[in-house]
């Protein structure tokens, strides 16, 4: 089987774009192409989100902690129910529709693979499923990092729910979410995506231990927003990267003799850091630095504190770049613009690296300036246009209209 694509979605918003909530442009155009093609409004709406990770990066597959917030940027599905057990999905990004039956799922290709996987994988754990069809469309882009990949499998599985209605436990979805990136796609994915897609709350962000997937709540700070910053370069032959990395990480906690880099403290460390040799130790200070600070950046925000967690999003920046070496030089130009500009707390490449977007916390009165100011210089410097999205943190994979 051919892997599918690792993400999907439509043009870019305006580069200035400032309030999602007061553009239902998808909302709208998912009615009009379901009313066109089907002949009458959609029983159901459903949408799950995209998100943006403030710090915690490749601390998952170190069984260490996350901060990611979900933004509006959606995946959208305006659907009915079908009595044959057939799913049939027209996406307005792909020619290619999904059609199967729930009886027979197979493997194909293409985009319509995450469809048939959260049905298998929803089946394997005993949720009875009705068959439906719909039209499907999103606003997040592709291939930056904002995880359209996750909102497609939630947004999928709450189309389930609404024609099935079985208890919604977002976490439990969450694990059948990644389940189909696992064992479905092949995909040797974490779980971070899935769950804040789930389970993200409006105005927060959702702090996760990735060892239990227990999860608190933290507000964004008063009057501040997050800016994602779209470098316009998409990451390159990142796989090797990204495995090597985990080895590295693996050797490191094998000579702390530790399941995992989460269980040693930084005093350890330093203690015994020398011991190491100089990349793994690299390596292994990134990950335990960065779980403190995602720590520290999670009181801040409980205490509404932006200045400290801007300046420890920058300081994730900085171990990103130099320890864990998985930065770009449009990232890192991008992170520099965006610390110059007043009204910037702090900003960081967010996801895996090696291209794909920035974040940044601005005080939200400025973000527009912030935003077209930010979006001048980088493209003069690197002749690539960025988009901006400012965005606010809003709700896990929901129902939005029946």
Not at 22 to 29: A, E, G
Request: proline share 5%; hydrophobic share 40%.
């Amino acid at each position: 089987m051919n892997n599918p694509p690792p993400g999907f979605g439509n043009s870019p918003i305006n580069t200035t774009n400032t309030d999602h909530k007061t553009m239902p442009i998808p909302h709208q155009r998912i009615t009009t192409e379901f009313q066109n093609r089907f002949g009458e409004s959609p029983a159901f709406i459903v949408r799950a989100p995209g998100r943006v990770n403030l710090i915690g990066e490749h601390t998952d597959y170190n069984d260490g902690f996350v901060l990611p917030v979900a933004i509006d940027l959606f995946t959208w599905i305006a659907l009915r129910p079908r009595n044959d057990g057939r799913v049939h999905v027209h996406s307005l990004d792909f020619s290619q529709p999904a059609d199967f039956s729930l009886g027979e799922i197979c493997h194909g290709e293409g985009w319509e693979e995450y469809v048939r996987g959260v049905a298998w994988a929803l089946q394997g754990k005993g949720y009875p499923l009705r068959g439906w069809e719909g039209v499907l469309v999103s606003d997040i882009p592709m291939g930056a990092g904002l995880s359209s990949s996750a909102a497609l499998e939630l947004s999928v599985a709450r189309a389930f729910w609404a024609v099935s209605r079985w208890d919604w436990q977002p976490t439990e979805i969450a694990l059948s979410a990644k389940k189909t990136e696992n064992e479905w796609l092949g995909l040797q994915t974490g779980i971070m995506d899935q769950m804040i897609s789930a389970n993200g709350k409006d105005g927060h962000a959702l702090l996760i231990d990735c060892r239990d997937l227990s999860s608190r709540l933290v507000p964004l700070p008063d009057d501040t927003a997050i800016v994602v910053l779209d470098t316009a370069t998409r990451r390159g032959l990142v796989d090797s990267a990204y495995n090597e990395r985990v080895s590295q990480c693996k050797i490191a906690s094998n000579f702390f003799g530790v399941p995992a880099l989460r269980d040693v403290s930084l005093k350890v460390f330093e203690a015994r850091s020398g011991e190491l040799e100089p990349l793994i130790q690299r390596r292994a200070r990134h990950v335990i630095t960065e779980n403190a600070r995602t720590l520290q950046a999670a009181e801040a925000m409980q205490a509404g504190d932006a200045i400290t967690l801007g300046q420890l999003m920058h300081a994730g920046h900085i171990s990103l770049r130099d320890d864990y070496e998985v930065s770009s030089e449009e990232l890192n130009l991008m992170v520099n613009i965006a610390q110059s500009q007043p009204g910037c707390f702090g900003a960081r490449m967010t996801g895996g690296g090696f291209g794909g977007c920035a974040a940044a916390l601005v005080q939200k009165q400025v973000t527009p300036v912030f935003a077209g100011e930010v979006a001048v210089i980088y493209k003069k410097h690197i002749g690539l246009q960025p988009h901006v999205y400012i965005c606010h943190p809003t709700n896990g994979a929901e129902l939005v209209e029946e």
